[in-house]
């Protein structure tokens, strides 16, 4: 009943002892529900590999890597659209970080976006230590209700875990209070084009060298109607799995796929073929222009030439 | 400089060009939030040589309007920014610059200029060219452009005259040579696109696969008779100057023939010749109008004719795909 969940951790005060008390069990079970209830954090993948990509460069010896993050915020959701990484030494009983430099990086960032204002911080690595404390607390100060997001670079469960908390006070008030993080919910978000870049980099792990050209036009046509295919045959071998009796009928499924059979547009023959050719006709009249145009400059440069 | 042995000097051996995931990424953002319509954003590359590749592996943007803001330095925006990221291990050598462009418009004297400049001071540097509308349309559309070592001659000696451009066989075609683009990955940036494809939805727009056109061949039309309307302008202006300078050649002659008439009058007379005047203080040959302005306008309608040959191309297949699947269902 009592089963903290994996990922909140509890930096707790020296002063305040850890028992099996009936008071520290509530608490377990508040933050369960707490975990729902903090604003959403919508990231956009820039931030992550600007993250990545820091880890990679970090100092001999630092175990870790934290950095500032940028966003907006309202009342629901907090939006994280760009990070820089601060530098910062940590050993084991003192952390020091940068504070100028992080004041001097908002200060130029905020030149090109002004709407961005610093939403929190980011670390690297699996746990929150008593430091992440003390640096929260820094970002207090810069931010209202800060958020810290933690990114497991070192890949602890052969995942790279990403997760965002909230700190929260909690304790008896009026003697020693302790703070709490919480864990909030992440969405990755996208703009469309943002969306279009990283789909084209998901092919660049199929290849043993890690490398991906940009394809020419028709070739990327084709690889999107292979994509579709793709899609279309799963859904075929569903099907197939419920007519068979395989797979349960699920209504909800059957519902999308007479939407998608009717969107399919009825129209007559001879309509579909004069539009296609119409279009068709556009398009090879456009084509023929530009050769004309590109052989009329490249005439116009052999005749100043001569 | 950090030069490797691999470059000499006026020779391009640049055989490719990696770039890393967060460039990408970023060069998107910066555009999507920062640029509107047909406003340009720009921005700094940073990253190194090694052997024959140049890798970029960061970047930072340029703020805009700084028009507005009288106090604003952009070298010491630049200074600041790349001392700041320094600091943090990030390669801080300057490689290039990126910038976003308008339906492919991008071959102007600003860009001639600046990225003469860049490469005067870095050999390798290139600009990348970030077409926002057609990376919306489907497929990310980076390309990396550098001038050709003739362009760069010629910049140098910054003679655009007709004979210097005529000696060095510079045509609109050898202006800009692209280098190819290879995206590249290290394995943790591979964990984490495994991670985002895991929790991502399956993306719902497939825009790539859209079957509307009209307004894409519209304006990029549109652009393309502006741009050879410039043009005609140009060959009318050159003409003109063929003209007069013939002209001109025709006048000299006669004037040299009369004066030799009247000479061997003059003898024939017994009197002293006319002395001999200097015939091209007279005649003074006409202005000869820079070539560098059609060229340009050339590159840019040749890339204009490219860009819209591609999208035809690729508008032809999905109608083709359009017919197939209603033939079978018809």
């Known amino acids: 009943m009592c089963c903290c969940p994996a990922t909140a951790r509890i ?8 028992s099996s008390s009936p008071f520290v069990i509530f608490l377990h079970f508040l933050y369960k529900i707490m975990a729902v209830h903090g604003p959403l954090v919508k990231i956009h993948p820039v931030v992550l590999a600007s993250i990545v990509d820091s880890y990679e460069r970090r100092n001999e010896g630092a175990s870790r890597v934290i950095g500032t993050l940028l966003g907006t915020a309202d009342k629901h959701s907090v939006e994280v659209t760009n990070c820089f990484s601060v530098p910062h030494n940590e050993s084991e009983d003192e952390v020091a970080v940068d504070m100028e430099f992080a004041k001097n990086m908002y200060e130029l960032h905020k030149k090109v976006s002004p709407s961005e204002v610093i939403i929190g911080w980011y670390a690297t690595g699996y746990d929150i230590t008593e430091h992440s404390v003390l640096i929260h607390e820094y970002y207090s100060r810069e931010a209202p209700n800060p958020i810290h997001m933690t990114v497991d670079t070192a890949l602890q469960s052969n995942k790279m875990n990403i997760r965002a908390y909230v700190s929260s006070q909690m304790g008896v008030p009026g003697k020693t209070v302790g703070v709490m993080f919480t864990p909030l919910t992440i969405k990755y978000i996208y703009y469309d084009t943002e969306r279009i870049g990283v789909d084209l980099l998901q092919r660049t792990r199929a290849s043993p060298s890690r490398t991906n050209g940009l394809t020419t036009d028709l070739a990327q046509v084709a690889s999107a109607a292979g994509r579709v295919q793709e899609m279309l045959s799963t859904m075929l071998s569903y099907i197939e799995d419920v007519l068979s009796g395989k797979v349960m009928a699920d209504n909800s499924v059957g519902r999308y796929l007479m939407d998608l059979v009717n969107k399919v547009p009825k129209i007559t023959a001879e309509d579909f073929e004069s539009m296609l050719n119409s279009n068709i006709n556009d398009l090879l009249m456009v084509t023929y222009l530009a050769n004309l145009t590109q052989a009329q400059i490249a005439l116009n440069e052999k005749l100043v030439v001569l | ?16 060009l990696c770039v890393r995931l967060q460039v990408v990424l970023k060069i998107i953002k910066h555009y999507q939030e920062e640029g509107q319509g047909s406003e340009v954003v720009q921005g700094v590359l940073l990253g190194l040589v090694v052997e024959d590749r140049l890798e970029i592996t960061n970047c930072f943007p340029f703020p805009q309007h700084t028009e507005d803001d009288v106090d604003f330095d952009e070298v010491q925006y630049q200074m600041e920014m ?16 990126y910038q976003s462009t308008y339906y492919g418009s991008f071959v102007s004297r600003a860009l001639l200029d600046s990225q003469f400049s860049y490469q005067h001071a870095i050999e390798e540097s290139v600009v990348l060219i970030y077409d926002p509308i057609k990376t919306a349309q489907g497929s990310l559309c980076l390309k990396a452009y550098r001038l050709t070592p003739k362009l760069m001659e010629i910049c140098k000696e910054k003679d655009f005259s007709p004979e210097a451009l005529k000696k060095a066989c510079i045509g609109y075609e050898h202006m800009l040579e692209e280098v190819p683009i290879v995206i590249k990955n290290s394995h943790l940036i591979n964990v984490l696109l495994l991670d985002l494809q895991e929790k991502s939805t399956v993306a719902d727009k497939h825009e790539l696969l859209n079957l509307s056109s009209s307004n894409h061949l519209e304006k990029s039309l549109q652009l393309l008779m502006d741009r ?15 003209r007069n300078l013939t002209k001109q050649q025709q006048q000299k002659q006669q004037y040299l023939q009369r004066r030799q008439q009247e000479n061997t009058q003059r003898q024939s007379r017994g009197e002293p010749p006319l002395p001999e005047e200097d015939i091209n203080k007279m005649f003074k040959p006409p202005q000869a109008p820079p070539r560098m302005d059609t060229l340009l306008i050339a590159g840019q309608v040749n890339n204009y004719c490219q860009n819209i040959k591609a999208f035809t191309s690729q508008n032809l297949g999905k109608l083709f795909m359009a017919e197939a699947l209603q033939g079978h269902s018809s």
């Open chain 2, 228 to 242: 050879v309307d410039g043009m005609s302008q140009e060959i009318v202006k050159y003409n003109t100057y063929c």
């Open chain 2, 82 to 97: 790349m001392r700041s990221l320094r600091h943090v291990n990030i390669d801080h050598l300057h490689v290039g610059w």
């Open chain 1, 11 to 18: 930096p707790w005060r020296p002063a305040l002892s850890f």
């Open chain 2, 1 to 16: 400089g950090d030069r490797l042995n691999g470059f000499e000097n006026g020779k391009t051996q640049l055989l490719c």
